[in-house]
């Protein structure tokens, strides 16, 4: 049996799933085809169904309840792990309503923060996440939307922080911030998604248990990224609400949603958006 599986090549998703690929724990005679990309660009491809199993911003996954569910494992959740907005030290923005602004995705969970925080910040241009930092110092845009290790790397590189939207979301919310989640299609077998489900908890338990294990997985995909940022950013981003998010991360993500309903982003859910 085979399933496809998209998942981004940042260090935290790579530490993840390297047991499960490379079937350091029994995979109960699953295999996976995996599609590594960044979490934009998995984004569209759940939004086309192409992948069964596949992370994604919980923003664009408010757009997709009805064809995905929630897996409780595998997501980034988390406090202090927020995107940044930020500016260069030498051209700074005078009016955040009117800047130019790189974002990594208009269904990224980032962008999603963004709009609540500046609802009125509408000149926005969609960059990989990756490029954004370039795109601010260049002077291509007046701000960026940083995500990922990005956040480790910008004050060295002369940009300064606006805004943390990590900060903004937990003093609005009091809650931990859902960025990322991983989905199953619902028209796979429930007790599959199970099997699936309980699969990526162990490849985390497997990740948290031998650390080094997984690291030169991680290396391959991290380009030039240092050792001290690859770790920095998986310590970040992977944490108890990965190897389940339980109750205070499923309440998260409801307050998420509910919060996207009440600003009139989406109208409604699906009744069931988690695997059960």
């Excluded at 724990?25 to 934009?40: A, H």
């Excluded at 990005?150 to 939207?165: A, S, V």
Aim: charged share 20%; aromatic share 10%; with cysteine.
């Amino acid at each position: 049996m085979n399933f496809s599986l998209g998942f981004s090549p940042c260090p935290n998703d790579c530490f993840i799933f390297d047991a499960l690929i490379h079937k350091k724990i029994d995979t109960q005679g699953i295999d996976f085809t995996v599609v590594m990309e960044d979490v934009e660009a998995l984004n569209s491809r759940a939004f086309r169904q192409e992948l069964d199993i596949t992370k994604l911003s919980y923003h664009a996954f408010l757009y997709l309840t009805g064809n995905y569910a929630l897996l409780n494992s595998g997501s980034a959740l988390g406090f202090n792990c927020g995107p940044l907005l930020v500016q260069s030290a030498k051209a700074k923005v005078n009016h955040i309503d009117t800047a130019r602004i790189a974002i990594p995705g208009k269904y990224t969970t980032a962008n999603f923060l963004l709009s609540l925080a500046f609802p009125n910040a509408k000149n926005k241009q969609e960059i990989l996440f990756s490029d954004i930092e370039g795109a601010v110092l260049s002077h291509q845009v007046d701000a960026g939307l940083l995500i990922h290790e990005n956040r480790f790397t910008y004050q060295e590189k002369g940009l300064e922080k606006i805004i943390d939207l990590g900060e903004f979301w937990e003093s609005l919310i009091h809650a931990p911030i859902p960025l990322g989640g991983i989905v199953v299609k619902k028209n796979i077998d429930k007790a599959l998604q199970k099997t699936i489900d309980s699969l990526i908890k162990q490849s985390v338990e497997f990740a948290f248990a031998h650390p080094e294990s997984c690291m030169p997985f991680v290396r391959e995909h991290a380009q030039e990224m240092s050792e001290e940022v690859m770790k920095k950013h998986i310590a970040l981003y992977v944490n108890q609400f990965s190897v389940d998010l339980g109750e205070t991360g499923k309440n998260a993500i409801q307050l998420l949603f509910d919060k996207a309903t009440e600003t009139g982003l989406i109208g409604g859910l699906a009744p069931q958006i988690f695997v059960s």
